[in-house]
């Protein structure tokens, strides 16, 4: 089954620093997320992206987060300037456009100190 | 987007049928309902989608009545494994993407 792979699967970052978090996507899928759930919370929606470009994104996506997708097969999401409250799972995914069925990666556990 | 409700929590016992209602009361005419599983620290797992009466798969089926006001997610003869947090959500083409995830309903099946 195909699926959606996320590295690291674990981050720790100091305060202020710089991370990349990055995705593989499903080969075949075009749009693309990030989501995020701090430990105990439910599960919040950062970004969707298509054809290269932002299609929606929430009010957590704020200055300091990014996405691109830097070749046919990465997706990243780049937070500039780390804040304790960033420390969260970090989840992937990807779909078809015709339907919500979007596929997950394991995440990437963020924790900033 | 449409809110949905669902009870916080459900026990079950290994083998028997769990099911679990949501309610959505202002969802929309275009609006398709989206069942997600969720295990601890994994990403959540799309498990079934429907927009009226019955679909089934092989992992659950989703029963929704002609109001569309509610759905039930149900599982049958569960086992050890379908411990999990399970999320109903609402999704239609204005929100397309967008999955606004609840708190979802924790399931505990024990032997």
């Known amino acids: 089954e195909p699926e959606v792979t996320q590295t690291p699967s674990h981050q720790v970052t100091q305060m202020g620093q710089e991370v990349i978090l990055r995705c593989v996507p499903i080969?075949?899928?075009?749009?693309f997320y990030w989501y995020r759930q701090i430990l105990g919370q439910k599960v919040e929606f950062l970004v969707s992206?298509?054809?290269?470009?932002?299609?929606?994104k929430s009010e957590i996506f704020d200055d300091q987060f990014s996405v691109e997708r830097p070749d046919g097969s990465n997706f990243t999401l780049k937070i500039r300037s780390t804040k304790l409250e960033d420390s969260a799972m970090y989840f992937c995914?990807?779909?078809?456009?015709?339907?919500?069925?979007?596929?997950f990666g394991q995440g990437t556990r963020l924790t900033v100190v | 987007l449409a809110k949905t409700t669902q009870p916080i929590s459900m026990d079950s016992y290994e083998g028997q049928e769990v099911n679990i209602t949501c309610s959505h009361n202002?969802?929309?005419?275009?609006?398709?309902i989206t069942w997600y599983q969720q295990f601890p620290s994994q990403g959540p797992r799309f498990i079934i989608q429907?927009?009226?009466t019955k679909v089934t798969n092989e992992v659950a089926s989703l029963f929704i009545p002609a109001d569309r006001k509610s759905s039930t997610l149900s599982l049958p003869r569960v086992s050890l494994s379908d411990t999990a947090v399970y999320y109903c959500?609402?999704?239609?083409?204005?929100?397309?993407?967008?999955?606004?995830f609840g708190a979802g309903t924790q399931v505990v099946v024990t032997p």
């Open positions: 992206f298509y054809n290269n470009e932002i299609s929606e």
């Open positions: 959500l609402v999704w239609g083409p204005d929100s397309w993407g967008k999955l606004q």
């Open positions: 080969s075949n899928h075009l749009y």
């Open positions: 202002n969802i929309a005419t275009n609006d398709y």
């Open positions: 995914a990807s779909s078809t456009r015709e339907t919500t069925e979007a596929f």
């Open positions: 429907g927009y009226k």
